[in-house]
C-alpha cells in the first residue's frame, strides 16, 4: 500500500521560498510510469494541480505558477519536493502531494499540510 506524507514548515514570511517535501513509502517513485504530483488547495476554492515529476525525472508544471516552481526529486530517500519562490499571502493553502497514473487518477494521496505565509 503506498503511502506518501508531506513535510515542511507551516509558516512562511513572504517574498521567501516555501519548501516541501513528499516522502513516499511502498512504492519507489522511480516506477513506470507514475506521476508524483504537487497540488494545493487556496481557500475556499478547488484544487490546484501545480506540477510533477515523472518516474524517470521528467518535469511539468502549471503554466500560471511555472516562472515560481520547482519539484525535484532525490530517489535515495524516494522523496520529491516542491519549492515555490516568492510567495505571498496568496499562496496560503493546504499543499497535497498525490500519484497520478497512467490512467490519470490520483490514486494516492498524502494527508496535505497546511502553509501560511505571513509575515
Known amino acids: 500500500q503506498v503511502q506518501l506524507q508531506e513535510s515542511g514548515p507551516g509558516l512562511v514570511k513572504p517574498s521567501q521560498t516555501l519548501s516541501l517535501t513528499c516522502t513516499v513509502s511502498?512504492?519507489?517513485?522511480?516506477?513506470?510510469?507514475?506521476?508524483w504530483c504537487w497540488i494545493r488547495q487556496l481557500p475556499g476554492k478547488g484544487l490546484e494541480w501545480m506540477g510533477a515529476i515523472t518516474y524517470s525525472g521528467s518535469t511539468y508544471y502549471n503554466p500560471s505558477l511555472k516562472s515560481r516552481t520547482s519539484i525535484s526529486r532525490n530517489t535515495s530517500k524516494n522523496q520529491f519536493t516542491l519549492q515555490l519562490s516568492s510567495v505571498t499571502p496568496e499562496d496560503t493553502a493546504v499543499y497535497y502531494c498525490?500519484?497520478?497514473?497512467?490512467?490519470?487518477?490520483?490514486?494516492?494521496w498524502g494527508q496535505g499540510t497546511q502553509v501560511t505565509v505571513s509575515s
Open positions: 511502498g512504492a519507489s517513485i522511480t516506477t513506470d510510469f507514475y506521476y
Open positions: 498525490a500519484r497520478e497514473g497512467s490512467d490519470y487518477r490520483f490514486g494516492a
